[in-house]
């Protein structure tokens, strides 16, 4: 009887999930992170661009669901976030664009909540033994019923194998693709108190679409 349970216990072991492992990890992780803040480099292609369009700046978030993507190269610009608004603001245009946030299951919506990924997405990993470093999934979307995926776009997300800290995000549309790659991450940082928060200048051109 002793054998038999080593045995059994061995196989559970050998026979164990890896997608459910590394999640398993990630939900650790993550579960106690109230806010992040990274380097980005943000490139963009589609059958438009002659050639694909490189950004790049510095992220903060802050949960449930403020975002601050600060683009510094090559043109500066600003976007605020939360569960009702995005804000747009062009300082070298001195313009700022408000709309209703409408996307719940964008790249913001990861990024904010990235110790649900199991509840919210469709999962498989991706096995890429040229690279041992990172540990790599495709996401899509769930409907609000969590039964069938969206058609929104897919998402490619890859983690260090050893922190699990988030590395590279690639969403795939039906027209683009955009990668971004995250370095200098950094859990729970301390903000500046205005962080998340706008203030248009006097004199900026604004365009409210919400009204």
């Known amino acids: 009887m002793f054998g038999l349970w080593i045995v059994s216990s061995l196989t559970a072991i050998v026979f164990a999930n ?11 992780t993550y579960k106690d992170v109230k806010g992040i803040e990274a ?34 190269t090559p043109v500066e610009q600003h976007f605020y976030a939360d569960t009702e608004k995005i804000t747009v603001w062009s300082p070298v245009q001195n313009t700022v664009l408000i709309s209703p ?16 990924l199991k509840d919210k997405y469709l999962i498989q ?37 050893k922190t699990y800290l988030l590395s590279q995000v690639i969403v795939k549309t039906e027209n683009a693709t955009t990668t ?14 205005n962080e998340f928060v706008f203030i248009a200048p006097d004199d900026a051109d604004i365009t409210d679409s919400r009204q």
Not at 62 to 70: C, I, M, N
Not at 103 to 111: E, K, M, P, R
Not at 126 to 141: D, K, M, Y
Not at 180 to 193: H, Q
């Open 180 to 193: 971004l790659k995250f370095a200098d991450m950094t859990l729970n940082p301390t903000f500046e108190p």
């Open 18 to 28: 890896p997608l459910d492992e590394h999640l398993a990890k990630i939900e650790e």
């Open 125 to 161: 990993l991706i096995e890429e033994a040229s690279n041992p470093q990172s540990v790599q999934f495709s996401l899509s979307p769930k409907d609000a019923k969590g039964d069938n995926p969206l058609t929104q776009g897919d998402f490619t997300l890859a983690f260090d194998s």
């Open 39 to 72: 380097k980005f480099v943000q490139e963009t292609s589609n059958p438009f661009l002659p050639k694909p369009m490189v950004q790049d700046g510095v992220l903060h978030i802050s949960k449930p669901s403020q975002l601050h993507w600060e683009f510094q």
């Open 101 to 116: 946030n409408l996307q719940n299951d964008d790249v913001s919506a990861i990024l904010t909540d990235l110790s649900s």
